[in-house]
């Protein structure tokens, strides 16, 4: 029985072994590990991102909003209500897994850019509600002191590199749950209502149901972020629930690669760098990374992750459809449109 090499394993293999192996490669350098803890968060989050923009084709401009409200449960409840991290955590995945669906089953009777100019409205609500809210969220005091998940045996999530393979585990979990969805029959149900809502209600596919499911899907995870970045900050304040970091999730998905499995990590953990590269400049540093994103968009729409995706495949298309239609153009025409059909599912 033979094996075939896939390009795209191993793309997920090199990374997986990168996340796995960077506390060992650091050296000891804290403010590094720090960041690549900080960002696993934050690409957990964008992984709920890509469940409804990258397969159903939702613009949900709320995330970064969920995600605040994730870093609020754990943080006032480990903190005003002296409560333990995990039991906060999962109040906190609740809340927004419960909060998303109810939020969808109103957003979602709007479309396309309505849909997005209501999400934002809503981001904004729960921002405004978390900055001025001083008896309740403390405002602009911010909440610190948040607790460290309890550790157990000889795990001590106080230490920042367990800390960080704590994250990491969950990280890969997200990264599994896109990757079973895009391979199962809801992910291929969100597919077709992506393309055309129309001709899957012909078919028979619950449209509403499917939407609200993939919407609270994505706040549970922006919520779970959140939650796991509470503890990871110690210290959270009102910024942790703006509308700009939506804009941050939406560059990571978009220089990663909508509905990639491998995509909101890729462009998470790039993106942060160059951030980082770039905070002494920080006032200009947009004017910098806005051209090497519109360039991505531009000449990559679908990502660094969509755009390897689709080279490989269709050089692998060529390369069979050559062997059977050797010098036939238009069978590398209807290769590249089975291509896209295989990758859209």
């Given at each position: 029985m033979t094996t075939t090499f896939s390009p795209q394993r191993f793309g997920t293999l090199l990374v997986a072994l990168a996340l796995l192996l960077a506390p060992l490669t650091l050296g000891g350098e804290e403010?590094?590990?720090?960041?690549l803890t900080v960002g696993a968060t934050y690409a957990i989050a964008v992984y709920g991102m890509n469940l409804i923009l990258g397969l159903t084709g939702q613009l949900s401009l709320a995330h970064g909003g969920f995600f605040g409200?994730?870093?609020?449960?754990?943080?006032?409840?480990?903190?005003?209500?002296?409560?333990?991290f995990w039991p906060s955590l999962?109040?906190?995945?609740?809340?927004?897994?419960v909060g998303g669906y109810v939020a969808g089953v109103v957003a979602l009777r709007t479309h396309e850019e309505y849909f997005a100019i209501f999400t934002m409205a809503m981001g904004f609500i729960i921002f405004l509600v978390i900055s001025r809210w001083e008896s309740v969220t403390h405002a602009h005091s911010g909440v610190s002191g948040v607790k460290f998940p309890e550790g157990f045996g000889a795990f001590d999530f106080s230490e920042p590199t367990v800390m960080y393979y704590l994250v990491l585990l969950f990280l890969l979990g997200a990264a599994y749950v896109t990757y079973a969805v895009r391979r199962s029959g809801i992910g291929r149900t969100l597919v077709a209502i992506r393309t055309s809502e129309d001709l899957a209600r012909s078919i028979g596919v619950n449209v509403g149901l499917n939407k609200q499911l993939a919407f609270a899907a994505s706040t549970t995870l922006a919520g779970l972020g959140g939650g796991l970045f509470a503890a990871v900050q110690g210290f959270v304040g009102p910024s942790?629930?703006?509308i700009d970091l939506t804009?941050?999730?939406?560059?990571f998905i978009l220089v990663g690669g909508l509905g990639t499995v491998l995509g909101p990590v890729v462009g998470t953990f790039l993106v942060l760098f160059l951030f980082e590269f770039f905070q002494d400049f920080e006032a200009y540093r947009f004017l910098v990374l806005g051209p090497i994103i519109v360039v991505l968009v531009i000449f990559a729409p679908r990502g660094i992750v969509g755009y390897l995706n689709q080279f490989v495949g269709r050089v692998r298309s060529r390369g069979a459809n050559g062997?059977?239609?050797?010098?036939?153009p238009r069978g590398d025409r209807q290769a590249e449109t089975t291509t896209d059909v295989k990758e859209a599912l």
């Open positions: 403010y590094v590990l720090r960041v409200i994730g870093v609020y449960v754990v943080g006032l409840l480990t903190t005003d209500y002296d409560w333990a999962a109040v906190a995945v609740t809340a927004t897994a942790a629930a703006g804009f941050e999730m939406l560059m062997s059977r239609n050797p010098g036939g």
